[in-house]
């Protein structure tokens, strides 16, 4: 099936069109800058322009924050009126097509147990992207814990996201050995709360994974994602493909 897949940032909207049953993009990747401030209605007018020449069918959403039956319930790196908009018909009116919406890191989550590091993979596998924030996706034996937000956990009195998103890592100019000291520290700390089999990595910084997972020693197996940055898109396409039945 191919499904228009959506993955709105902190920083920047992409979509492509994906290829459902084996997870390649069909079309390239494009991409704008999230409209800032990241309104409601400026977010969903900069969407529909993306995808405005993409073919017509049930569109999937990852978006950064905690979804509950389509009504996004956060903003931690958007504006703060998402907070209790019903971001599904907001999106559906704006794209005039139907719209699932589910949180950004779960549906990378998504892709990369179907096609990607966590192929196969039984237990317990977190999977964190790192980007603008840090989310997080639970699965337990493939099926997923939706909306955990380990991204806000607090270590030593401030929220993991603010510690070691990549965001912070550009703002500071941390060296890569500075930054992965304080990723290491926000997994070690879900490590002692969870103690998942697997840890996927994602997000843009998952391409550099060299520079830093050797450096987590984490108890933990760490893998970088194997679908790097395209896993949101991937995954919101598996959303809308579900929904589509
Ligand atoms: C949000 C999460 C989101 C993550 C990554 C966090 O600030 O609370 O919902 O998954 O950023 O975008």
């Known amino acids: 099936m191919k499904m228009v897949g959506i993955d709105v940032g902190g920083t920047g909207i992409k979509a492509a069109v994906v290829e459902t049953e084996t997870g390649q993009l069909a079309t390239e990747r494009r991409r704008v800058l999230t409209p800032q401030p990241a309104t409601p209605a400026a977010v969903a007018e900069a969407t529909a322009l993306l995808v405005e020449e993409l073919p017509a069918g049930t569109v999937g959403i990852g978006f950064p924050a905690?979804?509950?039956h389509g009504r996004t319930m956060t903003a931690a790196n958007i504006d703060s009126a998402w907070i209790g908009t019903q971001a599904d018909m907001l999106f559906a009116v704006a794209l005039g097509?139907?719209?699932?919406?589910g949180n950004d890191a779960d549906v990378a989550g998504l892709a990369e147990m179907r096609f990607g590091a966590?192929?196969?993979q039984g237990g317990t596998v977190l999977m964190?992207?790192?980007?603008?924030?840090?989310g997080s996706a639970l699965f337990i034996?493939?099926?997923l814990v939706p909306n955990t937000e380990l991204g806000h956990l607090e270590v030593r009195g401030k929220e993991a996201e603010k510690r070691a998103a990549s965001s912070v890592k550009d703002r500071k100019d941390l060296s890569w050995d500075d930054w992965s000291k304080r990723l290491a520290e926000v997994i070690d700390h879900i490590d002692a709360l969870i103690w998942p089999d697997l840890v996927?990595?994602?997000?843009g910084v998952s391409k550099e994974s060299a520079k830093f997972i050797p450096q987590l020693n984490a108890r933990a197996r760490c893998v970088p994602a194997a679908l790097h940055n395209e896993a949101g898109i991937v995954g919101a396409a598996l959303l809308a493909a579900e929904s589509a039945g």
Do not use: F, S
């Not at 097509?97 to 919406?101: A, K, L, T």
């Not at 996927?200 to 997000?203: A, D, N």
């Open 141 to 143: 034996d493939g099926q």
């Open 128 to 134: 964190l992207t790192i980007g603008t924030g840090i």
């Open 118 to 120: 966590g192929r196969g």
């Open 97 to 101: 097509r139907e719209v699932v919406v």
């Open 66 to 68: 905690v979804v509950l």
């Open 200 to 203: 996927i990595i994602g997000g």
